[in-house]
């Protein structure tokens, strides 16, 4: 099985900071590897697919890059609706394991 | 507008069984993969089962394999989970995810879970 592993497990920032989270596979996933945010009590929500593509209606503030074993999202300018749990999660292989999870707090 | 919709969670003893239903509407059910994840409380999500779009290949996590069973009902387009032998580990909000495609490159296409549900929680006492 492929292990995610982020870092760090959390954070804390201000608003407008840029904020970067990194997420390291145990072994190369090509560019299978997507990001998602999570607020309590509510489901996660897609950010980012195929390491960098954004989804529809995500602001622009969020992006993706890395491929292989190594990836990045960063948010450009930390808004207050920004403070969530990040995990990424990688589809190249069954069964499609998720990361840890980055807490972003103030 | 897409909407997942879960239910039938709740409280059950150890060794005990439950099924998971999750109403899907506002797509195509039938030209979708469906997943089940599972969120232990303060804790990250984990994924649990699959199924394919005719309902025909199914796949589980090593922790629910020969206990879960993941099925559809594309006529209803419903997706379930049979829990049984339920653990107390395996108390969560479980929720069900859409499993979209994109073609990345003529040979190549990439995977993801795009909407989710709100998920129901199980919680198994001992």
């Known amino acids: 099985d492929i292990q995610l592993t982020q870092s760090p497990s959390s954070l804390s920032a201000s608003v407008g900071d840029r904020v970067s989270i990194t997420c390291r596979a145990s072994q190369s996933i090509s560019r299978f590897l997507n990001w998602y945010q999570q607020k309590p009590g509510k489901a996660p929500k897609l950010l980012i697919y195929?390491?960098?593509s954004l989804q529809t209606g995500v602001p622009s503030r969020f992006s993706g890059s890395g491929s292989g074993t190594g990836f990045t999202l960063t948010i450009s300018s930390l808004q207050p609706e920004d403070f969530a749990t990040y995990y990424c999660q990688q589809s190249y292989s069954v069964p499609d394991s998720f990361g840890q999870g980055t807490k972003v707090e103030i | 507008e897409v909407q997942l919709v879960e239910s039938g969670g709740g409280f059950v003893q150890w060794g005990g069984s439950l099924r998971l239903s999750c109403a899907a509407s506002g797509f195509t059910f039938t030209n979708y993969w469906m997943h089940w994840v599972r969120q232990a409380p303060g804790k990250g999500l984990v994924w649990v089962s699959r199924i394919n779009s005719d309902g025909s290949s199914t796949t589980y996590a090593d922790s629910v394999q020969g206990r879960f069973t993941i099925s559809r009902d594309n006529a209803r387009n419903t997706l379930y989970l049979e829990m049984n032998s339920l653990r107390v580990e395996d108390t969560a909000v479980y929720y069900c995810?859409?499993?979209?495609?994109?073609?990345?490159?003529?040979?190549?296409?990439?995977?993801?879970?795009?909407?989710w549900g709100q998920g129901t929680l199980v919680t198994v006492s001992s």
């Open positions: 195929a390491a960098s």
């Open positions: 995810a859409r499993f979209a495609s994109y073609q990345t490159t003529a040979l190549q296409r990439t995977f993801f879970f795009d909407y």
